[in-house]
């Protein structure tokens, strides 16, 4: 059974923008947008809280896309989006969105469970 799907992915050039969406399926607490270059580890880029609760949660972001990418969610929809802006060649990746049920943020790959298929983003310089 398929948990989460990508979309939003391509090719843009550097300086430009895309946004990533992600539709999720079970009831979780945190989504998390994950990148990966080839031959290096998956990186956490971006979370924010899904959960129930009412009290506002503030994103967790990764330095190195922190004041460039945004994330933000439709909730009653079970929707996640990326909007990263100013992108960079070093910003081609794969990227995937996971869900986690825990109780804090966590960019750390072995802290989400289920995870999407992936889509490419390609920055051109």
């Known amino acids: 059974q398929v948990e989460l799907v990508e979309s939003g992915g391509g090719s843009v050039q550097a300086g430009g923008s895309l946004t990533l969406s992600c539709q999720y399926m079970?009831?979780?607490?945190?989504i998390t947008w994950f990148r990966q270059i080839p031959g290096k580890d998956r990186e956490g880029v971006a979370s924010i809280y899904t959960g129930a609760l009412k009290t506002p949660s503030i994103p967790l972001y990764a330095g190195s896309v922190n004041g460039r990418f945004t994330i933000y969610q439709e909730n009653a929809k079970k929707m996640v989006y990326l909007q990263m802006n100013s992108l960079q060649p070093e910003d081609t990746a794969m990227y995937y969105c996971a869900d986690r049920v825990g109780v804090q943020h966590s960019l750390r790959r072995e802290d989400s469970e289920y995870w999407g298929q992936g889509i490419k983003v390609t920055v051109s310089s």
């Open positions: 079970r009831a979780v607490n945190y």
